[in-house]
């Protein structure tokens, strides 16, 4: 009788067991796949940012290779639409941080109850600290700005950059 009990109660601890590594398991995977869509979002992000000025870059190189046939380097007229791309990302960056800072919290309790989403209050917006942020969106978009400069001034005569040549 004693032996029939602990067999069930065994049991019992092994279901227990069974559904925490279940849980852990399901916990890992959730934790991994918003560490993805993170990722994404900054990835798609900062590649928006770099087209969206690439792109400007792109149609002012008549103004490139005006400022080139003026005589400024290479070296200037990258610094110079670097400072003001970095300028314009800085600005950017800052206005969203403190927009995001004041309605986080906010937005993610709206968020959770419009889809109904049980225990809202548990749920915290939470940042990341602002030198990785600043890593993300200013520094790393700001770099391939100076690549891609780089890239179309490298080589190209004024000419080349006022007529469109290549």
Known sequence: ?????????????????????????????????????????IFSIVLYITNLIVSHISKNKKNLGTLKAFGLSNNNIILIYSAISIALITISFIISFFISALIGNMLVSLIANYFKIGDASSLNYISYPVHVLAAFFIVLPSVAIYFKLWWNLRGNTPGDLIYGRE
Do not use: H, P, Q, V
């Open 1 to 41: 009788n004693n032996t029939a009990d602990e067999g069930k109660s065994l049991e019992i601890d092994m279901r227990i067991i069974e559904s925490k590594k279940n849980f852990d398991l399901f916990n890992k995977l959730a934790y991994l796949l918003s560490l993805a869509l993170i990722f994404f979002s």
